[in-house]
Each structure stands twice: as structure tokens, then as C-alpha cells.
């Protein structure tokens, strides 16, 4: 138990919330900075919220010798090196000592440099606002270090960035930073784990896979969509000559800017099929996790903005599918058996359709993906199917898990996506 403090489902949820309080920060042209490896998905959702360039920050913590969570000093890449004096002058460390240490944290950080960038350089941070950004922050000592070594890097304005410190460690940390936003600071703090009901580790492998995906993203026009009083961002890609629309329904602890859904947007337009992605939700409402499973109100409000974008010109013509993830393949679903024939083509990506109340109201052709090692999900998938109405297909990708991370996972997706909707919207 985390003694009532505010909870988070997991890294992307976090992002996503702790993205809401930076808002202010669009206007300067921030880079965002991931600490490796947890705080590295919690920053790709603070970078795309945004729409900013997103980085590594790489430090290794000099320990004293003999005392080696007492940190002396921390190096950066670029050859940066950031030393506390007083301490390697009043513990009287020698030179010798100070090196063997150095030599040490030097290799492990060229390792990881090397297999997350690939040997890519760090961005430029000269001049720059740079967001630094954790999944936590405890004693606060790898994060100082991680702004010491930004500034040492040329930032000319630092914003520390946690879902969760300790209140001690967000006080202490203004001593390195211009500013510390986190959202929750207990005083009490424990582990940082106890705040996130999925506190998985991540790998070297999400890593590089996250810094990837994003550098791939495709770009977009940005559009404005309006409900009623309502007014919803969306990105919105119509190559020449397109005579098909799919519209991406994002699911739970997502958003239109996932580099997942992204990819596979960049693929169907490629194709040839404009893709519109968007929130079904206000960053406000996402906040409260009971929206995110409200499928009325999604299907509703997916239905709405497909009604809208039939009164554009440039699509009024189009073919429209639909591409759901988590929860949003069961928006999805229900809101192509409201639209009552609009809606042409469904795919689902280790979606929920069992939550979906019109599922024998559904024909449109409908396409199930899902990775043989999600198994609740896989089940919940063929249970589902049974219960369409229409045409309908499962395809389970060997050895993928939940988000598709594993090498060659996500462009299987894109692939059977795209020939899914190229059959039934050509």
C-alpha cells in the first residue's frame, strides 16, 4: 500500500498525467531528456504531448570506493564530468582512486550509449529548455546529477520532471534544476514502485525500440475537432489522391501521439489511406481512469467526428475504417454499428472487443490482432469473435506480447492492417 497517495496505472498513464502539468513549457521549444530505462516512456509521452524532440540523458554516479551509494561525482557523455569537492577533498580520495572509478562508470555508460543510440549522438542541448524526466524520483541523487550534466551540456533552462519524489528530494533537487514539477510529493515516500500498479522493468530492448518508434513517427496536419462545446486535437494525414479515411481509436494509457499507432499510420499512408489520430478525451477527462473504460462515451464521441469529417471536402468521398487499440477497438466497434454502414473496414490491435455492446450489430468486415503471449486478451478475442455479426478474422502474431515490442511484432501489425483495409476499402 502506498498509504492513499495517487496512484498510477503504469509508465504511459504517468507520462501521460505528469504531461498535462507541463503544458506551459510548449512555447520554448523544450528538449525532453529520458533517464534510462524506466523514465524513458514516461518522457516519450511528456515529449509527445509536446511535440518535442525526445533524448536520453546519460550519467553514471561516481561512488566513493569504499562507500559507493555516497556519490562523489557523476559523468555524462560528451566527456562531461560533474565532481562534488568537498567530498573527494574531505574523504581524502586520491586521484588513483578517483580514476579506477571513473574508468569503470565510463564503460557502462559507452555501453549503454551504444545500444540505445546505436552511436548517435546526443541532440544538442546549447541554449535549449530541457525537460529532464524519471518514473520517480527517492533520494534525488541520479537525478541532481542527470541536470548537472545537462547544464554542464549547455541547457540554458532545466525542468526536473517526476510523476512521483519524495518531498525532501523535490526540494532538494531546485538546488540543480530551475524548476521540479512532480505530482505527487509524500513525505513518507518508501519505493518508487508502490505508486504504479504495473511497475514492470524495462528492458534495454523498449528502450531502443521507444527512441526508434518515435524518431519514425510520421508528420501530420494538425486539425481542430469540434463536439458541440467541445474541442478535440488530431493529426490528420491525406496523401494525393486518397479515396479512403481510417480513423485510429486509442485506448487506455494512450494517445494520439503513440508511436505504435503512429507507425502504423505512416504504413497506410504509404498505401495510400489518409489516417486521422486523436483523443477520444480531454487531457482532464483521461485523468480519471473511469473514462477510459466509458465506451459509450467513447463510441459516441468516435461516431461524432467520423459524421464530421464525411462534411469535409476532401474526405466526403472517402471510405472510412476503423483502427482500435485497447479499449478503443471496443469504441470502435460500437461506433461502426451506430453509424450504420459508414464504417467499411474494423481493425483491432490487442484490443478489448469484449467490451463492446453492439458486437452483433457490427458488419463491417472486422480483423482481430492480437500476440500469442497476451493470453487473457487472446481469449477474451475469441470469445468476442463469436459474437460478430459480420465477416470477421483473428490473426495471433507468434511471440508477441501486449504492446508488440518484440523485433518485427509491429510491422506484422501494419502489414496485416494495411491489407486488411487496402481488400475492403480499395
Known sequence: MNGGRLYFEDRVDAGRRLAAELGHLRGDDPIVLGLPRGGVPVAAEVAQALGAPLDLILVRKLGVPWQPELAMGAIGEGGVEVLNDAIVSGLDISASQLDAVRRSEQSELQRRAEAYRGGRPMLDLAGRVVV????????????????????AHGARRIVL????????????????????????????????????????????????SILEEYRSSPSADPVTLHLGDLTLPGLLEVPSGSRSLVVFAHGSGSSMHSPRNRRVAEYLNHLGH?????????PEESADRHNVFDIPL???????????????????????????????????????AALDGRVEAVVSRGG????????????????????????????????AATRLGGPHELEIISGATPLFEEEGALDEVARLAGDWF?????
Request: negative net charge; aromatic residues 6%; proline residues 3%.
Open 132 to 151: 529532464v524526466v524519471d518514473d520517480g524520483i527517492a533520494t534525488g541523487a541520479t537525478a541532481g546529477a542527470a541536470c548537472s550534466v545537462a547544464r
Open 161 to 208: 520532471a517526476a510523476p512521483v519524489a519524495s518531498r525532501q528530494a523535490s526540494r532538494d533537487l531546485l538546488a540543480y534544476a530551475d524548476e521540479v514539477v512532480c505530482l505527487d510529493t509524500p513525505e513518507h515516500f518508501g519505493a518508487i514502485g508502490v505508486f504504479y500498479r504495473d511497475f514492470s522493468p524495462t528492458s534495454d530492448r523498449q528502450v531502443k
Open 274 to 282: 489518409a489516417t486521422l489520430l486523436f483523443d477520444l478525451l480531454t
Open 298 to 336: 467513447l463510441a459516441e464521441r468516435l461516431a461524432d467526428v467520423t459524421r464530421g469529417l464525411g462534411r469535409r471536402s476532401d474526405l466526403a468521398k472517402s471510405r472510412v475504417g476503423f483502427f482500435g487499440a485497447s479499449t478503443g477497438a471496443a469504441a470502435a466497434l460500437d461506433a461502426a
Open 352 to 383: 478489448r472487443p469484449d467490451l463492446a455492446r453492439r458486437l452483433e450489430s457490427v458488419d463491417a468486415p472486422v480483423l482481430l490482432i492480437v500476440g500469442s503471449e497476451d493470453r487473457e486478451v487472446m481469449t477474451l478475442n475469441r470469445q
Open 422 to 426: 487496402t481488400r475492403h476499402l480499395a
